[in-house]
C-alpha cells in the first residue's frame, strides 16, 4: 500500500515576504553601536515556532541531555498540596501549573525532585510567595512557562533577612528554566549554587529586583551554563554574576531600564567573576552601568553586541571558550534582540505540554494512555518519523489531544495495523479510535494495510481511522485501506460530532468515507481505487446522517482521482444502519474535479433504501466525470450560500477550525 505525500505545494515568494516582514516588524534599522556584528542569511531571525522549541538547548542538552519528566504521567495542579506532593515524588511527573497556588507559609520551599517537568498552564500559570528549590544531587529538571512571583519582604531591598528566591538550586545537573518571568522576590530571582552542571536559563523575565541571577558560591571550576534570549528590567545587579564558572555562554540577552540609584559599583550588567571563562555574543544593552565586566582572574569574549546609553566598564581579554566547540545554536542579530525578546520571552499561551513518541513513550498509546483522564488543556503527542504498527484509541475522556508527526513530509511518519472487521467488527478493525472531543491531527499516515486480495473473510471492512468525538481536525494527514477506510461516526443516532479534514489524502474502494458525523473535506485528494471491474468499482460515501441533521458530508474544493476504468464508480449510498430509518444521507460536493471513473448516474441504493429518498446533491464540479444528466441532483445558487464549510460546522458554538493558522 502506497503511502502518499503531501500535496500541499511551495510557496517560495510568500515564504520569503513573510521573511522580509518578520525584519521590518523587528526594527533592524539605524543603531547605535559598539562592535555591531554584521547581519548575515546565517544570522536571520529563526521563525516564531523556533522560540517555542521543545528539547533543551545549550549545556542542558550535552552529556545526556535534560529531558525533565519525559515518560512519566502528565498532573495537572491548582494548589500548594498537589503541587509539593508531586514535585517531591520519586517517579517523573509532568506537571502542570494551572492558575495561581498560593504558597504558604510566606516564602516556604516547593522542594523538587529529578526526573520532573513543571510547567504552566497557558500564560497564567504562577507560584506566589514561594520558592522551588532543588536539593544537592537532584537532576533533570524542566521549569518552564511559570510565572514566580511576590515574596520580597518590605523594607529588605537587599534581600538580608530571607531567602526567598524564586528558584534556587544546589549542586545538581541538567536543568533547563525557559520562558518563565520572575520578579519582587526575596533574595535572588534565579541562584544557581554550588557546583551545579549542564544548565540552560533561556527566553526567560527577570524584573522588578535587586539581586536577579546569581552563579558560583563554590571556589570549584565546575559549572557549564548556557544563558539566552533573557530580559533583564528594572533590575540592579546579578544580570547575572558568574563566579568560578568553568564556561558561561551568554548570547541574544537584553538588559534594559537598569535600577539607576547611582551606585558606582553594584550596579552593572554582566560580570565575570572567579576564575569564569565567559562568552558574550549579539546582546543588547540600554540604560545599563557596567554592561559587563571581568575580574583580572577571569576571561571574557565579548563580540557583536549592542550597547546604547550605557556607562562604565565593558572589559574584554582572555580567550575564554568556543561554544560551538559544545554544541550549535542559531545567532539572532543584536539589533534584533529587543523586538524578539520583548515578544517571546516569559511565558507564552502556546506553550503546552509535549509528549515525544519514541523518545519519551515508546508507543504511541503509551502516550496517550499517560494523558489524565479528564484532561482540560492541550497536550501534544510529538510522533518522530517511523512507521508505528499498533492500534491507538484516544477514549472520551481524554480529550485536547494534538498527535503531531515531526517529519518533513506526512508520509514520513505512519500508524498502521493490519485487522479486518471479521476479528472483532469494524469498530475493533480500526487502527486508531478517536472517541474524544478536541482531538487534532497533523503531518500524519494513518493506514489499515489489511490485504482483502489475499483472503477470503466474511468481514473485511478494515478501517485506518474511526471517530466519534466533536470538534476533530485532520490537517496534511493521509488515510490509506480499501473498504471503510475513513469513519467518522457520533456517539450515537441523535448526537451531532463534527470533524474537519483539509490538505489531506484519501483513498479506497467501497464505501470509504461513511459515517454519520458532520464531516466537510476541503482542499484535498480523493483516490478511487480500482477493483478491477470494468462496471462497478465502489462508492466514495456511505453516509448515515440522522434525519434532524441538515450537514452530513461536504467535499469542497478538491480534487478525486481514479486509475479506475471509466464510469465505474459512484460517488455514494446512502447507508440506514441496522435498517434505521432515521438515518438519511446528506452528501454534497461541490467546487470539486471528478475523474472519468465516475459514473453518469453517480448516486445509487443500498440495502433496499433509494438514493432519491436521501438528500445527495453537487454544485459546480467540473472534470470529466461531472458532465451533467438527468440523475445528478444539483444545488441551486441559493442554496449553495447556506451549505459551505462555515455552515456545516458553526454548531451551536461557532466552531470555525478552517480560520486558524497552522504551523
Not at 375 to 392: H, I, L
Amino acid at each position: 500500500m502506497t503511502h502518499f505525500h503531501s500535496k500541499r505545494l511551495p510557496r517560495a515568494g510568500v515564504v520569503m515576504a513573510a521573511v522580509a516582514g518578520l525584519l521590518a516588524a523587528l526594527g533592524l534599522g539605524t543603531v547605535e553601536a559598539r562592535a555591531a556584528a554584521p547581519v548575515s542569511p546565517a544570522l536571520a531571525p529563526a521563525s516564531a515556532a523556533d522560540r517555542w522549541s521543545d528539547p533543551a538547548h545549550g549545556f542542558a542538552s550535552l552529556a545526556g541531555g535534560t529531558t525533565g519528566g519525559a515518560g512519566g504521567k502528565v498532573v495537572t495542579v491548582t494548589d500548594q498540596a498537589a503541587l509539593a506532593e508531586y514535585a517531591a515524588a520519586e517517579e517523573p511527573y509532568v506537571i502542570r501549573v494551572k492558575g495561581s497556588v498560593a504558597v504558604e507559609p510566606f516564602g516556604s520551599d516547593i522542594v523538587v525532585a529529578s526526573d520532573k517537568t513543571i510547567i504552566g498552564v497557558g500564560d497564567t500559570g504562577e507560584i506566589v510567595h514561594g520558592e522551588l528549590h532543588l536539593n544537592p544531587g537532584t537532576h533533570n529538571v524542566i521549569i518552564r512557562n511559570l510565572t514566580i512571583r511576590d515574596s520580597y519582604v518590605e523594607g529588605d531591598w537587599d534581600g538580608k533577612t530571607t531567602d526567598f528566591d524564586a528558584i534556587q538550586m544546589d549542586t545538581v545537573d541538567h536543568v533547563w528554566i525557559d520562558h518563565n518571568r520572575f520578579t519582587h522576590m526575596g533574595d535572588g530571582l534565579l541562584d544557581i549554587r554550588k557546583d551545579s552542571q549542564y544548565v540552560t536559563v533561556s527566553y526567560n523575565r527577570f524584573s522588578n529586583h535587586n539581586k536577579a541571577f546569581g552563579i558560583g558560591w563554590t571556589t570549584n571550576v565546575l559549572t557549564q551554563i548556557t544563558i539566552d534570549h533573557n530580559w533583564f528590567t528594572g533590575t540592579k545587579q546579578r544580570n547575572p554574576s558568574a563566579d568560578n564558572c568553568a564556561y558561561a555562554h551568554l548570547y541574544n540577552n537584553y538588559l534594559s531600564a537598569q535600577v539607576a540609584d547611582g551606585d558606582p559599583v553594584w550596579t552593572y550588567g554582566n560580570w565575570s567573576r572567579g576564575r569564569t571563562r565567559m562568552v558574550i555574543e549579539n546582546s543588547y544593552y540600554d540604560g545599563v552601568q557596567h554592561p559587563y565586566q571581568a575580574d583580572a582572574t577571569a576571561e571574557l569574549v565579548q563580540r557583536g553586541s549592542i550597547l546604547r546609553n550605557t556607562s562604565g566598564r565593558t572589559d574584554e581579554w582572555g580567550a575564554a571558550f568556543d561554544p560551538r566547540a559544545f554544541y550549535d545554536y542559531r545567532l539572532d542579530p543584536a539589533a534584533a534582540v529587543p523586538a524578539l525578546v520583548e515578544r517571546f520571552s516569559g511565558p507564552q499561551r502556546r506553550l503546552g505540554v509535549v509528549l515525544d513518541v519514541p523518545a519519551a513513550y515508546p508507543t504511541v498509546q503509551a502516550a496517550v494512555d499517560a494523558v489524565p483522564d479528564g484532561n482540560a488543556d492541550t497536550v501534544t503527542v510529538a510522533v518522530a518519523p517511523g512507521t508505528y504498527r499498533e492500534k491507538v484509541y484516544i477514549p472520551a475522556t481524554r480529550p485536547h489531544i494534538v498527535l503531531l508527526g515531526t517529519g518533513d513530509d506526512r508520509s514520513d511518519t505512519v500508524i498502521v495495523h493490519d485487522t479486518p472487521a471479521a476479528y472483532g467488527g469494524s469498530t475493533g478493525s480500526a487502527t486508531v479510535r478517536i472517541a474524544a472531543n478536541d482531538v487534532t491531527a497533523r503531518h500524519l499516515t494513518f493506514s489499515n494495510d489489511f490485504d482483502e486480495a489475499a483472503v477470503e473473510l466474511n468481514g473485511e471492512q478494515a478501517l485506518a481511522m474511526k471517530t466519534t468525538g466533536d470538534r476533530i481536525v485532520f490537517e496534511d494527514t493521509a488515510f490509506l485501506g480499501n473498504q471503510d477506510t475513513l469513519m467518522t461516526d457520533s456517539p450515537r443516532l441523535t448526537t451531532v460530532s463534527r470533524v474537519y479534514l483539509r490538505d489531506s489524502y484519501i483513498e479506497g474502494d467501497v464505501d470509504f468515507v461513511y459515517g454519520r458525523a458532520t464531516t466537510v473535506i476541503e482542499r484535498s485528494v480523493i483516490r478511487l481505487l480500482s477493483r478491477g471491474s470494468a462496471t462497478n468499482n465502489g462508492y466514495l460515501t456511505a453516509a448515515s446522517t440522522w434525519r434532524g441533521n441538515p450537514y452530513g458530508f461536504l467535499i469542497t474544493r478538491s480534487k478525486v482521482v481514479s486509475d479506475a476504468p471509466g464510469q465505474s464508480f459512484h460517488l455514494g449510498r446512502p447507508w440506514h444502519p441496522g435498517g434505521e430509518p432515521e438515518a438519511v444521507a446528506q452528501v454534497l460536493i461541490r467546487d470539486t474535479e471528478l475523474p472519468a471513473a465516475v459514473k453518469p448516474s453517480p448516486w445509487t441504493d443500498m440495502s433496499g433504501f433509494s438514493w432519491r429518498d436521501a438528500r445527495f446533491a453537487e454544485y459546480r464540479n467540473h472534470g470529466p466525470g461531472a458532465v451533467p444528466s438527468a440523475d445528478r441532483p444539483q444545488l441551486s445558487d441559493e442554496d449553495a450560500s447556506t451549505y459551505t464549510v462555515a455552515h456545516y460546522l458553526e454548531g451551536a458554538d461557532g466552531w470555525a477550525p478552517y480560520v486558524r493558522a497552522t504551523h
